[in-house]
Every structure is written in C-alpha cells, then in structure tokens.
C-alpha cells in the first residue's frame, strides 16, 4: 500500500459502489455505430482505458437510467459488465494475439466469454467452465444433448 494511505482508507475504497459500465458487443454492432445509436439517451460515457469496446456511465446515479431495460440490452448489443471484468480479457488481447482456444475456468456469468468470442471475431474456440455446475445452468440442456 502506498505510504500515504492508511488500512482505514483502503477499507473505504473497497466499500465504495463500482462504476456501472457496460460493453459494446462488436459482434452486433460497432462502437462508433452503437454511440450514435444511443444519443438520444444522453448517457455521459467515458472510455475504459482498458478496453476499447468498454464504457463507464459518468451520469449513472440518474435513476432515469434503466439499462437492463433498453432495446438496445434486450438485442444483445451491450453487456451491463464490471470494468474490472474487462480486464482479463484485455490483458489477453493485449499484443493483438489471436490464440485459437481460450479456456475460460471462471466462466460465470458469461461476460468475460462473450468478449473473448467478440475479440476472436467468433473464430476458434472457447471452453467455458464454471464451479459449481449450477452458476451455468443455462448451458445444461446443451451438455446433457451431447452425452
């Protein structure tokens, strides 16, 4: 911890809300495409220096603001995700490497996996696996088919 903080400010940090931010989903839409989709909503957005399709909502104590609720949501277009989220798979991209499989061992809720499959322009492959079976519930009728 730096010098000039104290244990009682880290506690305060780690107590404080997140920054809502969502993620553009490029398989959909660009983001130049999806900004000026969503104009109208006069949503402050500032970039997520980590993640070039990632934004933090400035204006999001607005309680006009329902994301889950938009058009926009409901279609796919943007996830509602942690900007810490965003992080790992940023970090993997990071020198523009395009591995060809990508096991997601923290699968849950499925964020992190749909931006991997974004980034691998839905080439290659993705094992997502998540502990316990129940966080993935929405894929047991798949795995069960294919037994």
């Not at 006069?42 to 329902?66: K, M």
């Not at 058009?71 to 992080?87: D, K, R, T, V, W």
């Amino acid at each position: 911890m730096p010098a000039h903080l104290s244990m009682a400010d880290f506690i305060a940090a780690c107590q404080r809300p997140l920054r809502r931010s969502i993620r553009v989903n490029t398989l959909k839409i660009s983001v130049e495409a999806f900004l000026q989709l969503v104009e109208p909503y006069q949503w402050q957005l500032e970039p997520i220096p980590w993640c070039e399709e990632g934004f933090w909502l400035v204006n999001a104590d607005d309680e006009s603001i329902r994301l889950g609720n938009t058009l926009e949501h409901l279609s796919g277009l943007f996830y509602i995700q942690e900007a810490s989220s965003m992080l790992p798979v940023s970090a993997l991209f990071h020198d523009h490497a395009m591995p060809q499989k990508v096991l997601d061992v923290a699968a849950a809720p499925g964020s992190k996996t749909t931006q991997i499959a974004a980034r691998l322009h839905n080439q290659g492959g993705i094992i997502a696996n998540e502990y316990p079976l129940a966080g993935l519930k929405c894929c047991m009728p798949i795995s069960a088919a294919a037994e």
